[in-house]
């Protein structure tokens, strides 16, 4: 109630705007409500606004109580104007997430001069560690209200006030408690950070004298919200193992969501099981909807639970290995907790992430970056970094809300002020440090996640040995292995290592000059031999960029790529200058080396430099010249067993030289899992040409188990799979509008919920600047970051996606929110793939031997975005399908889905309505005649069916054994 309202800051406006969307110049203000704190008296303003043209349909769903008939009877903003104005006085005004306000405030109603302030910003300081910071979740989490996620003006205002008030009563809360008694935050900015003394919120962040809390007790105070979840203690056998799966009961005890036992999951998690008691090696392709995660997390969680109980310290542990940190997040966040909690382990075994260094901050880079200090947005990101690091609980990079990455601009400072690989020592740091807490954790971890990069160097063997582990999606492995253990020298990195020399903190020549007086200055350091010697490796670098441009390696926007040894034939004759210049530059590093390695030697003996940390930093830069001296020279030999590959920037900035091993299969022997006791791979897309043979070939697996899960899904039913005739090729100028007009038609006919997925990063740039024109006034939105992939599952959104190649695999979209699919290409290798051209000429293989493997599981990868559930259905689409039907045929084939139809995009199109219709109404009928049959109430178990398989539909009444539904915009009734 208004009447209840109080304010911990006074002489404030708190203020929301409600909007037809997201872009000022084509979007309109529909909608203003604030509340004003003056001298202590609270009032209210709110109006609607007559709007000018369409208001998306979308809007009257997310705005709760909002009719078309009040807007369209409302005032014109022109005449509202001047009461809005007089209202706001010259008050500050608080805003959550204030950017979107400023921007439409000042296009329509420039005259408002008012300060604006941001409560987002005010919470992104004062709790750093919430990973969202959206007015619902803030509501959630640190109060104690019931709030819906419907949005008016007025209410938002209202909103912005309580979570302002919960979180100043929670800072001063935490200070009062801290040992630090003197040390408030408030203080703290004043004396350290001089672009936040005039920071909006500065003067608000220090408690008033004879503050009283009384009025405000919807303040959480804990940390952390946690809904705790009941449970019915449910006896468990855990020698049952995969038995265990069968038991609903176990699964849906505290109702959070509804288990479904799935056909073989317990065969699959057997065979899992029996790998690992008999430390085997397995290739178990497990297609979507399987229960893959489900089936393995039980099995790791019970043998490491039961060994544990044995004092089986190596059996106890178990690493289970990602492609993606997505999925990484999604075991550590909720599958792994949640399964544990069901099988009452949770208390019992310890679990964690592990990733590799640069993806932690370390607080002292942060700490010696100088880049924060040059304005509030600088001062406000070090505060931010600082705040969060502080108790070293926190610290992963990814983790980071992406809106706070982006409003603090981190991306310009994270190479500066992440873990640091060679110069981060874990066993000796003092701080505060997540990583190293996370480090010192793992000997006692009895599940531990990782990531294939990790894993192929995996980093932490004195530590934690890897005994048995799960590796998913092990189909990256084929491609990825390449760049795991390839060998690079590149110009950029090598030029910020020899600015070391003379810019470090402290600078290399500072160390040696440390180092050589705390010996009895046994050396004479040539300063400036040294830097002389570094100015002439930097002088070679620039003569090959030189090289490059004048001979017009680069033509277009795209770096250019080569193998060495095999370049195409206009190049043949450029490899012998490129390679003597190659070579200057590599004897210009060794004397620079050697130099520096003689210093070292010279100065200190062998039984004098035990933990001498100098002596350790500059090791570590002389082990990095020799380095790159051996990259460079190793690049210079051809080699039947390496491609020898050349980058050069396209801009001529950089150029990369690399020596990629094409055994891999030795490699992953040798290097990953020498001394594991069990391996299994897994996958719903191991097989190629209905084959294990090709991937355990290429990984050195010959001898490992394979075992294959049936399809979980109808994929013929429930999919139909079109290559389009009349879009054009890829690189006509017509493709990127005949695409985009296509995209956008089909949203039009679907009501969005579409995945555009792309080969080439400014193809997909192309089409979202067209399709911007063409969505332009509509409530059509087009988004290419991978986080907002979320807004698919809102029924009232109509949203396109146009995700690059990361977006191919770790999207999980089950239900109405995805149901087409679309791809601009056949990933197809272009003949110039350097790593393709070296196993064609020295392996003898020909292209599709090559080429084939990578695209059948690329695009197996993609069909499995579309089908996630058992209710699930659409399109897949290829927009340029190419002119090899050999490809399109293999690809028929090794989908095991519907026939691959060629059609243009007018029949398309014409038979969309049709299709969709007809599996929304199976998808009706399958779940109203299973309800009929449990005797339950239609309605009721309806929509909670409906809203648990994610699908949208809504089942208003039944009346005369009428069946009405509501959908996104249409009305469907019927006799089922």
């Not at 009257?60 to 909002?66: F, K, P, T």
């Not at 479904?260 to 699959?268: A, N, P, V």
């Not at 990583?435 to 010192?440: F, I, P």
């Not at 939105?781 to 996606?801: G, P, T, Y």
């Amino acid at each position: 109630m208004l009447e209840d309202l109080i304010s911990v800051l006074d002489n404030v406006i708190y203020l929301d705007i409600e909007t037809t969307g997201l872009d000022e110049t084509c979007s309109e203000i529909i909608e203003i409500g604030a509340v004003k704190v003056k001298n202590g008296v609270i009032t209210t303003y709110n109006t609607l606004i007559r709007p000018r043209g369409r208001v998306p349909i979308s809007i009257y769903s997310l705005c709760s109580d909002l009719k078309e008939a009040d807007l369209l009877s409302a005032r014109s903003l022109n005449s509202i104007k001047q009461e809005v104005l007089e209202f706001l006085e010259d008050l500050p005004l608080i805003c959550h997430n204030a950017n979107f306000e400023r921007k439409f405030l000042s296009f329509y109603i420039p005259e408002i001069k008012n300060t604006i302030m941001d409560s987002m910003e005010l919470a992104i300081i004062l709790e750093p560690w919430r990973k969202e910071y959206n007015l619902n979740s803030l509501i959630k989490e640190i109060t104690n209200l019931n709030k819906d996620e419907l949005h008016r003006g007025l209410s938002d205002s209202i909103d912005t006030l309580k979570v302002v008030n919960s979180l100043l009563l929670r800072q001063w809360n935490r200070e009062e408690n801290s040992r630090k008694k003197n040390k408030s935050l408030h203080n703290l900015i004043i004396k350290e950070y001089q672009y936040l003394q005039k920071w909006p919120w500065t003067k608000h962040l220090l408690k008033p004298p004879f503050f009283i809390d009384e009025g405000y007790t919807y303040v959480n105070y804990l940390e952390n919200k946690e809904e705790e979840l009941k449970l019915k203690k449910i006896p468990i056998d855990y020698l049952k193992y995969e038995d265990l799966l069968e038991n609903e009961e176990i699964w849906n005890n505290g109702g959070d969501f509804g288990y479904q036992y799935r056909k073989d999951q317990k065969e699959f998690a057997k065979k899992i099981r029996e790998n690992f008691e008999k430390g085997e090696r397995i290739f178990i392709e497990a297609p979507t909807g399987s229960g893959k995660t489900f089936a393995y997390v039980i099995i790791a969680a019970i043998e490491t639970y039961l060994n544990k109980q044995k004092n089986r310290k190596d059996d106890a542990s178990f690493i289970i290995s990602t492609n993606t940190k997505e999925l990484q997040n999604q075991l550590i966040e909720r599958d792994i907790p949640t399964i544990l909690k069901k099988l009452r382990l949770d208390d019992k075994l310890n679990y964690g992430a592990m990733k590799g260094k640069g993806n932690y901050l370390c607080i002292e880079r942060i700490n010696r970056c100088e880049e924060f200090q040059m304005d509030e947005k600088g001062n406000l990101a070090l505060l931010f970094l600082r705040r969060l690091c502080e108790n070293g609980n926190y610290g992963d990079i990814e983790n980071i809300n992406y809106l706070v990455q982006k409003h603090l601009e981190l991306d310009k400072y994270i190479r500066e002020v992440n873990c640091d690989s060679e110069q981060c020592k874990l066993d000796k740091c003092t701080r505060a440090c997540f990583l190293r807490k996370r480090y010192n954790e793992l000997p006692e971890e009895n599940i531990t996640v990782i990531n294939h990069s990790l894993l192929a160097c995996w980093p932490y063997t004195e530590k934690k040995k890897i005994n048995h582990i799960i590796i998913d999606e092990g189909h990256n492995l084929m491609e990825k292995c390449y760049d795991f253990f390839a060998e690079e020298f590149s110009s950029a990195e090598f030029i910020q290592l020899l600015d070391l020399i003379e810019k470090g903190h402290p600078s290399i020549i500072a160390m040696l000059l440390t180092l050589n007086a705390s010996y009895g200055y046994r050396e004479t350091i040539e300063k400036d031999k040294i830097m002389y010697l570094a100015n002439d490796i930097i002088v070679n670098i620039n003569i090959l960029l030189n090289d490059f441009r004048s001979i017009r390696l680069v033509s277009g926007e795209y770096n250019f790529t080569t193998e060495f040894f095999l370049p195409r034939e206009d190049l043949k004759g450029i490899t012998n200058a490129i390679g003597s210049e190659i070579s200057v530059l590599k004897e210009s590093i060794y004397p620079l080396y050697k130099m520096l390695n003689d210093y070292i030697y010279n100065i200190t003996l062998d039984d004098e430099i035990d933990g001498d940390i100098d002596h350790k930093n500059l090791s570590d830069f002389i082990a990095k010249l020799k380095s790159a001296f051996d990259v460079l020279d190793k690049f210079l030999e051809s080699s039947v067993f390496y491609a020898k590959i050349l980058e050069v920037d396209s801009e001529y900035k950089s150029f990369t030289l690399k020596n990629v091993p094409l055994n891999v299969g030795e490699l992953v022997n040798e290097h990953m899992l020498k001394d594991v006791k069990s391996t299994t791979f897994l996958s719903a897309t191991l097989r190629i040409e209905n084959s294990f043979n090709k991937i355990k070939k290429h990984l050195g697996q010959e001898k490992a188990k394979e075992f294959i899960i049936p399809p979980t899904f109808d994929l013929k039913k429930r999919t139909k799979i079109f290559a389009l005739k009349d879009v054009g090729r890829y690189d006509e100028p017509s493709y990127i509008k005949n695409v985009s007009q296509f995209i956008y038609n089909t949203a039009l006919k679907i009501n969005g919920h579409i995945l555009v997925l792309f080969n080439n990063n400014a193809r997909r740039t192309a089409v979202s600047e067209e399709l911007e024109l063409l969505t332009r006034g509509t409530k059509i939105e087009v988004h290419m970051s991978k986080k907002s992939v979320r807004a698919l599952n809102d029924k009232n959104r109509q949203v396109i996606i146009l995700g690059s190649k990361g977006f191919f695999e770790g999207i999980d979209v089950p239900g109405d929110a995805l149901s087409c699919v679309m791809l601009d290409k056949i990933p197809n290798y272009s003949p110039e793939y350097p790593i393709l051209r070296a196993i064609t000429t020295y392996q003898k293989k020909g292209y599709q031997d090559v080429n084939y493997p990578q695209v059948c599981i690329k695009a197996k990868q993609i069909y499995g975005r579309l089908i996630r559930s058992t209710f699930d259905y659409g399109y897949f689409i290829i927009l340029d399908p190419g002119q090899n039907s050999y490809t399109i045929r293999n690809l028929e084939r090794d989908l095991n889905g519907p026939s691959i139809e060629f059609s243009s995009t007018t029949k398309v199109l014409s038979e969309m309505e049709f299709d969709y219709n007809n599996w929304r109404r199976n998808n009706i009928n399958t779940i109203i005649n299973n309800i009929k049959k449990s005797n339950k109430s239609i309605k009721e178990e309806f929509n909670n069916e409906s809203k648990k398989h994610k699908l949208f539909w809504e089942l208003l009444k039944v009346e005369n054994d009428m069946y009405y539904f509501e959908n996104i915009n249409f009305k469907l009734n019927g006799k089922i």
